[in-house]
């Protein structure tokens, strides 16, 4: 099982990670935000299958995924 690593001071939520996951791991929150007030991605790791599909759309490199 792989697992997804989110850099959330990094992360400013444009939301090209939840849409490139094929296994809907990925979502934005509705209440976390960080430091720049910009909603962060959160990660359910079950179902991940380690594809980096959500890394390479990173425009901010705020992703990183562990198999």
Do not use: H
């Amino acid at each position: 099982m792989a697992k997804v690593i989110i850099a959330k001071d990094t992360c400013k939520g444009c939301g090209l990670c939840v849409r490139a996951c094929p296994k809907n791991v990925l979502a934005l929150s509705k209440e976390e935000t960080n430091k720049a007030g910009y909603f962060v991605a959160e990660v359910q790791n079950d179902g991940c299958i380690g594809c980096t599909a959500c890394a390479v759309m990173c425009p901010d490199v705020a992703i990183t995924v562990e198999r």
